[in-house]
Each structure stands twice: as structure tokens, then as C-alpha cells.
T-cell receptor
Framework: GAGVSQTPSNKVTEKGKYVELRCDPISGHTALYWYRQSLGQGPEFLIYFQGTGAADDSGLPNDRFFAVRPEGSVSTLKIQRTERGDSAVYLC????????????FGPGTRLTVT | AQSVAQPEDQVNVAEGNPLTVKCTYSVSGNPYLFWYVQYPNRGLQFLLKYITGDNLVKGSYGFEAEFNKSQTSFHLKKPSALVSDSALYFCAVRRPPYGGATNKLIFGTGTLLAVQP
């Protein structure tokens, strides 16, 4: 079946602009996660949704970052007033449940802020 | 606080030889442990997990990992390496799903496995 998909695959934006990154999880997966991976590092947790609600947003670095999942499926990560330090690969993952299910990752969106 | 350490940035091994990629962790309670592999320009792929039970866990592509509670380690192993195993490997940990623990994964910094033909 189809895996996690993310669009766009690459996004180049100017400092100060607003961007939206989209994640389409595996059908039927109730839990959805966003991570950020900087060069040479492991993924770092940003936010986790169980259904439509954000169950844990402790990884969001500041209030410029926001994510939604209005219908419990597709999620959008929104970044306002982008900064060069936001440049990274943004990974989305989903799992069947939030308890023991392993997380399945999408290919990521590479964000470059110039 | 939870943390994962992968002490080796790179592991080199000849094709056909056994390989080990090291991982140690720190987490309160019984850990849930995972290994993921990342190929160039591709997302993370799940290899295997340990939740409970047998300390030796078998996963995809012939990989296995051994959970050692006393040493707080979860090393990834394969009896005979293939050139196609060359990739970036990540160990991850999370707290068990009770007591309000979040489901987030804490990743190590990754180990590049290079298998020479």
C-alpha cells in the first residue's frame, strides 16, 4: 500500500516568508508525527497528533511553528517569518496506534531558507 | 531525560563479514527501542524494535539487535554484511506508553555503515 507522502519534496524560500509543508499519512493511521533533521544529525521531534488534536507539541522550537490536522488525516506544518536556521529536512511519520506501533516515515521536505 | 548515543560516526566492514553498529540509551522505565535505516535521498525505514520479551530481536533484511538491560545497550548486528547494506543507521528510544509518557522518538546522531566489496 501507499506509504507516507510529503509535499513539496523541496522548498526554497526567502528569509521572512511563510511556508506550509504537507503530510499525507498511511491510511488508517491515527497517530502522526513531525520531526526535523538537520545536516549530520538525527531527527528531532517537533509535534505529535493523536487524531485531530496535538497530543504533544513540546518540540516546536518557538511560536513561529504551528501544525494542524483538522480531519485526523492530512497534516500541515506551518512556519511563519522563516529564518535561515529553519533550513532542514522536515520529516513526517505515522503509526497505526500511539501505543506500540512503529512509526513509518515519509521521504521528507527539504526546506532551504535563503 | 531520555537520550541515545551512537558512539561511532562510521563503521567500515568488508562484505561477508559480520557487522555491529553500537547504541546505548538512557530512559526512565523500561525502554522501547528501535533501529531505522536511511538511504540517500530517501526517508527513514523501520528495521526492528524491542518492546519486551526475548532480548534478541530479528528484523528486516537479516538484521537483528540485542537488548542488554545491564549495559543499557541495543546494538544492531548482521552475520554477513552486503554492499547494499551501506547506509545511515539510526537508533531511537521512547518511554513506554503509560504514566502520560509521550510517543515521541529520541534519535541518536546516526552511524554511517560502509561495506566494502
Amino acid at each position: 500500500g501507499a506509504g507516507v507522502s510529503q509535499t513539496p519534496s523541496n522548498k526554497v524560500t526567502e528569509k521572512g516568508k511563510y511556508v506550509e509543508l504537507r503530510c499525507d499519512p498511511i491510511s488508517g493511521h491515527t497517530a502522526l508525527y513531525w520531526y526535523r533533521q538537520s545536516l549530520g544529525q538525527g531527527p528531532e521531534f517537533l509535534i505529535y497528533f493523536q487524531g485531530t488534536g496535538a497530543a504533544d507539541d513540546s518540540g516546536l522550537p518557538n511560536d513561529r511553528f504551528f501544525a494542524v490536522r483538522p480531519e485526523g488525516s492530512v497534516s500541515t506544518l506551518k512556519i511563519q517569518r522563516t529564518e535561515r536556521g529553519d533550513s532542514a529536512v522536515y520529516l513526517c511519520a505515522s503509526s497505526l496506534t500511539s501505543r506500540e506501533g512503529e512509526q513509518y516515515f515519509g521521504p521528507g521536505t527539504r526546506l532551504t531558507v535563503t | 531525560a531520555q537520550s541515545v548515543a551512537q558512539p561511532e560516526d562510521q563503521v567500515n566492514v568488508a562484505e561477508g563479514n559480520p557487522l555491529t553498529v553500537k547504541c546505548t540509551y538512557s530512559v526512565s522505565g523500561n525502554p522501547y527501542l528501535f533501529w531505522y535505516v536511511q538511504y540517500p535521498n530517501r526517508g527513514l525505514q523501520f528495521l526492528l524494535k524491542y518492546i519486551t520479551g526475548d532480548n534478541l530481536v530479528k528484523g528486516s533484511y537479516g538484521f537483528e539487535a540485542e537488548f542488554n538491560k545491564s549495559q543499557t545497550s541495543f546494538h544492531l548486528k548482521k552475520p554477513s554484511a552486503l554492499v547494499s547494506d551501506s547506509a545511515l543507521y539510526f537508533c531511537a528510544v521512547r518511554r513506554p506508553p503509560y504514566g502520560g509518557a509521550t510517543n515521541k522518538l529520541i534519535f541518536g546522531t546516526g552511524t554511517l555503515l560502509a561495506v566494502q566489496p
